[in-house]
């Protein structure tokens, strides 16, 4: 099992910053990759960014993120970083932290981003 846990989120005016962290205590050895997804009221869950834990530190992000948000990890592999900039009202959801080990999803409880216009 692998528990997270999210800080950093709140209130932001429009062009804003906020740093979202995510701690991950338990079976960390068996994760592969680690993530942050949200979800807006009325919509599904969508893919934020993620970052290997096992391939270099390899990152990928959603379109609609690219060129604001940079996810990154400490060297111990146990916290996993989102800056997020230039931030938009359109951001405005509950961001949740995800560790995939391969063969299950680990999820945290959210942290609401709300960013006012």
């Known amino acids: 099992q692998v528990q997270l846990v999210e800080s950093g989120g709140g209130l932001v005016q429009a062009g804003g910053s906020l740093r979202l962290s995510c701690a991950a205590s338990?079976?960390?050895?068996?994760?592969?990759?680690m993530g942050w997804y949200r979800q807006a009221p009325g919509k599904q869950r969508e893919l934020v960014a993620i970052?290997?834990?096992?391939?270099?530190?390899?990152?990928m992000y959603a379109d609609s993120v690219k060129g604001r948000f940079t996810i990154s990890g400490d060297n111990a592999k146990t916290t996993v970083y989102l800056q997020m900039n230039s931030l938009k009202p359109e951001d405005t959801a509950v961001y949740y932290c995800?560790?995939?080990?391969?063969?299950?999803?680990?999820w945290g409880q959210g942290t609401q981003v709300t960013v006012s216009s």
């Open positions: 970052i290997g834990i096992t391939t270099g530190g390899s990152t």
């Open positions: 995800n560790a995939n080990s391969g063969y299950q999803h680990y």
């Open positions: 338990g079976s960390i050895f068996s994760v592969r990759t």
